[in-house]
């Protein structure tokens, strides 16, 4: 890779090094120059530039990126299209995100040029969350150092995803005289929602005096059951308590008693038939996070806890109330983003009256639906955050036309001064926690899930992508992604205008994502545009 400075009527072929602003428009920094663009910028009076020169052993980042993430590739995770130099893998399942942590060390020790970071091991996840991500960081990386990471990536599995899987699960409550219903009553329901944020069933639920030959006898009546847990009226003192003893006393094993982890130390872990008992600490009567989670977690996506893994667990296991750590009873929406994952919301403007159609073109049918619900439906196939669709002309029949999809339907009634009142109208709805929306129009039927989740993808405010704009062959089309520092500029709009102009306003911060896809410039506003539309959908 060679840095040049070089006569732009020399450029063609080489990568702009550095962002370059002529006649109202940009060439971002990356860009590689074909003739056409060295034409444009003769003709707009520049007369050098700062470019690089790819060598023969050179790999360009995205295509470095690519194949680098491409042996990542396991079970359950997907890969998105690279962009800028990264490429992003994510969760297709729900479970536990297990890297090879040396693994990882040694393909980040190549070269400084590549890299590849990921969540923390036994980080729980969700589908369609990211979990790691190759960086690229010049503009091409040497071949040989490209395929010794691709060699380290291929060995031993460097990542893994392992899936959740519901069990059976039977839960045994021991009491002592004085000791209210409600108590064991909350506790199963504490437990039944913390399986349910695994897909897990409901527990089977006795309960027994707290002695040991009653406790033993229940637990020889769990044969049926997948995972035993026992909640203790009292606290587990030692392995001679009742809880301990009944485990040993109906043929199980006690493979650990107590936890480098706080709230949590007084678990205990054992085995009887091949499956796993646990006597409870008595914080999981709570639903904050605990020793126990990180135990359960385990064992419901499959992989094995022993003696060693416990005490492996003391390096983060201060616990206590730490906010990056979801708890089961934290059920408002705006509370809920998987860390790792942006909290970015769909606006989706339907207000308009369509007048260049003559009727309402969003509700008119496209293969057995109305043109707005298929907008609608790709974004919430991408798994966004929140979903705000903005009405205006004839209101009533565009949230008839929504029926029970999981939207937040809010009119804009000054819908008639033009597009700008849809906005500000969609902007006020979006949560508090909302950290970018995705502006998206309502006639644009066949912008599809992945495509938005590419955007997702591509937005990065702390790298200067905090504006995305999709591209075909240099062309932007919509949706735009913003982040949520443009949303008192969009508040001030007047008129029918739009948030476009924002987009020239701040430059350095739009990221065009190159795509090939027609539908980022398809709209339905006439007739024939309808028509063309159907003639397409029925061929």
Not at 83 to 92: D, K
Not at 108 to 117: F, G, P, R, W
Not at 267 to 272: A, K
């Amino acid at each position: 890779m060679i840095f040049d400075d070089l006569p732009v009527a020399d450029c063609a072929g080489t990568i702009l090094v550095h962002t370059q602003r002529f006649n109202g428009e940009a060439f971002k920094k990356g860009r590689r120059l074909n003739a056409e663009d060295v034409a444009r910028l003769e003709a707009a009076g520049l007369t050098r530039l700062t470019v690089v020169r790819l060598e023969a052993d050179d790999v360009p980042e995205d295509r470095a990126a690519a194949e680098l993430a491409t042996a990542l590739v396991a079970a359950n995770l997907r890969l998105d299209p690279s962009f800028t130099g990264r490429a992003n893998l994510y969760a297709e399942a729900d479970g536990l995100f297990l890297p090879d942590v040396a693994q990882v060390d040694r393909i980040n020790q190549v070269s400084e040029d590549i890299t590849l970071a990921t969540l923390a091991p036994y980080s729980p996840v969700t589908a369609g969350q990211m979990v790691a991500t190759v960086k690229i960081i010049p503009f091409a990386v040497k071949r040989a150092d490209l395929e010794r990471c691709v060699a380290l990536a291929r060995q031993n599995h460097s990542l893994r995803l392992s899936p959740y899987r519901a069990r059976r699960v039977a839960l045994i409550q021991t009491q002592l005289p004085g000791m209210k219903p409600s108590l064991f009553d909350k506790a199963v329901g504490v437990m039944n929602e913390r399986l349910a944020a695994f897909g897990n069933p409901p527990v089977t639920d006795s309960r027994v005096p707290h002695d040991s030959a009653a406790l033993t006898a229940a637990i020889n009546a769990t044969e049926d059951a997948d995972l035993v847990l026992v909640m203790g009226a009292s606290a587990i003192a030692d392995r001679h308590d009742v809880i301990p003893a009944a485990i040993e006393a109906s043929d199980g094993t006690i493979t650990r008693f107590g936890m480098p982890v706080d709230p949590g130390n007084l678990l205990v872990l054992g085995e009887r038939n091949g499956k796993p008992i646990i006597g409870l600490p008595g914080c999981a009567r709570s639903p904050k996070i605990n020793g126990f989670d990180w135990v359960l977690q385990r064992l419901l996506a499959d992989i094995p806890v022993g003696n060693a893994d416990i005490a492996a667990m003391g390096v983060g296991g201060l616990l206590g109330e730490i906010p990056s750590r979801p708890q089961p009873r934290d059920k408002r929406p705006e509370e809920t983003a998987v860390p790792g994952k942006p909290n970015v919301a769909a606006v989706i403007l339907a207000a308009g009256r369509s007048s260049r159609m003559g009727r309402n073109k969003l509700l008119l049918d496209l293969e057995g639906k109305p043109i707005l619900c298929h907008a609608v439906d790709q974004a919430l196939g991408a798994g966004l955050s929140e979903i705000v669709v903005v009405s205006g002309h004839q209101a009533a029949k565009v949230r008839e036309a929504l029926g029970d999809r999981a939207v937040k339907v809010v009119e804009a009634r000054e819908h008639k001064l033009g597009m700008s009142a849809s906005l500000k109208a969609g902007i006020r709805a979006l949560g508090p926690k909302t950290e970018a929306a995705l502006v998206m129009l309502g006639d644009m039927p066949q912008v599809s899930a992945p495509l938005i989740r590419r955007l997702v993808a591509a937005y990065n405010p702390l790298e200067g992508r905090s504006i995305v704009v999709p591209t075909v062959e240099g062309k932007r089309g919509n949706p735009v992604l913003f982040d949520r520092r443009y949303f008192e500029e969009m508040l001030a709009l007047e008129g029918d205008v739009g948030a476009r102009h924002l987009i020239g306003a701040h430059d350095d911060q739009v990221a065009e994502l190159s795509v090939d896809d027609a539908a980022v410039f398809t709209d339905v506003d006439t007739p024939e545009a309808y028509d063309q539309l159907l003639a397409k959908a029925v061929s």
